[in-house]
Each structure stands twice: as C-alpha cells, then as structure tokens.
C-alpha cells in the first residue's frame, strides 16, 4: 500500500496563484464604485438609493457572455453552486449520483447535502471522470453526474455527455477548477445541463469566496434562480415581499461587493490564463527530455488554463522523491501528492455515505485512481513564475533522476 503521508521539516514557501496576485486598482475602482453610489449591497431592491448600480447582476450578464451560454446565476460558493444545480435538477432521496474519485471533498459533500447517495467512479489519464468507469456504475438509481475538471484540465466531457444522453441522465460540471478552459473554442461548464463555478481564494479568478452557475435551458436556470433564494421567483408584477413562489429553496446570494471584484476579475482572466500557459510551457520544456515521464492527458482540441503543470512519473517513489527534494528548496507543489487527502475519494472514511455505497472498504475502491495519483506530481503555475524559478525546479527534479540512475 502506498503511504500520502509526507512529513514536512522544512518551511514551504508558497508560489503565488492567480487571482490574488491581481488583487488592484480595477477592483478597487469597482468596489468604491458601490460604496461611493449609495453603498448598497444587496442584489435586489433599494432603487432608489442605487443610482442604478447592480454589480451582481452584471456580474452574471457579463459571466454568461464571456462563457457564450444563455444565463449564468451568482451564488456564495463553489459548494453552493453545486447544491443548488441538484435542487434545481430534483436530485434528492433515493437517487444516485456519479462523480469522480479525485475531486475536492465539495463535490461529495453536495451530493450527501442533496440527500442524494454519492457514488465515485475512477479516473483515466486526463485525471477526470473515466467515461468506460462511469458507464460501468449507471444503476436504475442514477439521477444525475458531475464531471469534474480538475486543476484546469478538461475530462474527455464529449464522450462523458454521449454515455449521458444515451442513459437520460443529467450532466453538471464541475468547473470550480476549470474557469476559462475550452474544448474546441466551446467553454468547460457550457457542455452539460448545468456547469457550476468557484471564485474562492485560490482558483484562477477570485471573489474571495463565490461562485456561479451557467445554464443553456430557462426552466432549469429559473428553478435553480428560486431554490438559491427561498424560493422567490422575482415575479415582475410584484414587489419583493409580495413575490411569488411554488418552492421552498435556500440562501445562496452573492452580495453586491463579491459582484463588483467578479467584474474587475473577469476583465483579467483571458490574460491571466494566456501567461500561465506561456509559464507552463516554459517549465514542461525545461523537464520532458526525462526518460519516463509524461504530463497528464488532455482531450482533442482542449485549451486548458494552466492551472498547474502535473508531471505522471512511472513510480510512486519517484514523485514522492522529487516532492521532498523539491520542498528542502522551498518549492511547493499543488494538491498532488501533499494535499491528496482532501482530494481523493480513496481517503473518506468520514463520508458514511460514500463509505457505505462502495462495500465498507474504500481503500481499495478506486485502486486505479490511487495507482495514477500517487505518480503524480502537480506543480503550481503562476503568473510571475520566474525563468529561476523554473530553473531550480528543474535543476531538483533532474538531480533525483541522477540518484535513481546512479
Ligand atoms: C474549490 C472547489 C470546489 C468548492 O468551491 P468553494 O468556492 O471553495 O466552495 C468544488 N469543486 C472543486 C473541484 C473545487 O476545486
């Protein structure tokens, strides 16, 4: 058995992710903006202190034209984003839902929050949702998937959607991690029913905390509008508090200074993602002369964000060599192999559900996936990665495949 625990002796020093490292002006000038017209911060209502200005609601406009879909809905989180896509598509009890075995806990936890029963299905090299996998675990149960696009990768989502359609089952994406990504010029988050985003602090735009939805179909766009806020159908005819509703629902709004960053960070992303793609490709020609190892996969035509460079080596011991060498030079690495635990099905024991679905015994449930990620090694793209920088991760990783060799 492969052990992910990794005892750190060393201060790592954190390399900067996107998103906040663009922190600024721009959303500066767009929060003062809300706070300069009447200071309102709620989505809804006060017209005629507002001076006209709804950030979140030109967030969403702005968000749904820049993803070329037809409606796009804010919400407080990534996590929320995804639980409200399961209520507005009915997922609930007694329902199954298949996701992949290497996400962040959130994917599941929607799921288990739903009271739908998470099911978890292995990945291929593109270290998303294997679509051969996937088939395999379709019951009369099954309701719905979410496809994950994990660490800025696209999942193979053309097949993923066919073995759908041919079971009627709903499709969501997962996109928290995927923000900007395309497969032949069409974006990751469009595919499906619905695609969910995440602006938390570390993905490649950032509210702070937020999220989104984007939808193509109005009905399931207007039910997932109402669940997200009580219920309330923001009925034109009337005013808020006279407003009608045929559901119950929760609260998941996104305030008016989350709005006003979403549009200020937005404005950056297509440049954002265009340099860190430079960034990895810098560091990927610095190592792929090494004997033995690969990137991870991408789909035909897969534009990906960049999000990090993840190297697949032949042996575990390898990766976790590097990963060690790498941190006594105080370089960190992303997610793979050091934060495995929160992003591996494989680890959740503390997921009954899950736990209980897969037979008890989730160590060996997804023996491929763990096979797979404990050869990875998933190293953070910046925006102000320096050439030094990447050359002293080369330097490190090259210097272990001397210690392998000789
Ligand atoms: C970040 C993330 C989420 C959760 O988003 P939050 O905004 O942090 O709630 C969900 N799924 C994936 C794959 C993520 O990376």
């Not at 993840?310 to 934060?339: G, M, N, Q, W």
């Not at 495995?340 to 209980?356: D, P, R, T, V, Y």
Request: net charge negative; proline share 2%; aromatic share 8%.
């Amino acid at each position: 058995m492969v052990s992910y625990v990794y005892i750190i002796q060393y201060v790592v020093f954190t390399i900067l992710m996107p998103g906040y490292e663009l922190i600024g002006e721009e959303e500066r000038h767009e929060i003062m903006d809300v706070l300069d017209n009447g200071g309102v911060l709620f989505r809804h209502g006060f017209n005629s202190l507002r001076s006209n200005r709804f950030k979140v609601r030109d967030f969403e406009i702005a968000f749904a034209e820049y993803m070329s879909c037809n409606y796009a809905l804010a919400v407080t989180s990534g996590t929320a984003a995804l639980r409200v896509a399961l209520a507005a598509l009915g997922v609930g009890p007694g329902d199954e839902v298949i996701t992949q075995s290497f996400t962040f806990v959130a994917t599941v936890e929607a799921i288990i929050e739903s009271g739908a029963t998470p099911v978890c299905a292995d990945i291929d090299m593109t270290l998303n949702l294997d679509p051969i996998a996937l088939e395999g675990l379709i019951t009369p149960q099954t309701k719905a998937v979410i496809a994950v696009h994990m660490l800025g990768g696209a999942a193979n989502i053309n097949e993923i959607k066919r073995i759908c359609e041919k079971h009627s089952l709903f499709l969501i994406e997962d996109t928290a991690w995927g923000c900007g990504g395309r497969i032949n010029n069409k974006h990751l988050g469009t595919f499906g029913d619905i695609g969910t985003f995440s602006f938390d602090y570390a993905k490649t735009m950032t509210t702070g905390e937020g999220g989104m939805l984007t939808f193509s179909d109005e009905s399931i766009y207007k039910r997932a509008y109402a669940w997200h806020d009580h219920g309330h159908e923001n009925n034109p005819q009337f005013a808020r508090w006279e407003d009608t509703r045929t559901s119950s629902g929760f609260n998941y709004r996104m305030m008016e200074l989350q709005g006003a960053i979403g549009l200020a960070q937005l404005k950056k992303l297509t440049n954002v993602i265009e340099k860190q793609r430079q960034n990895k490709e810098m560091l990927w020609n610095s190592l792929k002369d090494l004997p033995g190892i690969e990137r991870r996969h991408m789909p035909l035509d897969a534009y990906d964000t960049a999000d990090a460079l993840i190297i697949v080596f032949k042996t575990h011991e390898l990766a976790k060599d590097c990963r060690t060498k790498l941190a006594h030079v105080e370089i960190t690495t992303k997610i793979l192999p050091e934060a495995i635990s929160w992003h591996f099905a494989g680890e959740w024991n503390h997921m009954h559900q899950l736990k209980s679905r897969h037979g008890g015994d989730l160590l060996n449930a997804f023996s491929r996936s763990r096979d797979i990620l404990s050869r990875c090694l998933s190293l953070p793209i910046s925006i102000h990665l320096e050439k030094e920088t990447a050359g002293l991760i080369s330097k490190t990783i090259r210097g272990c495949f001397a210690c392998e060799n000789g």
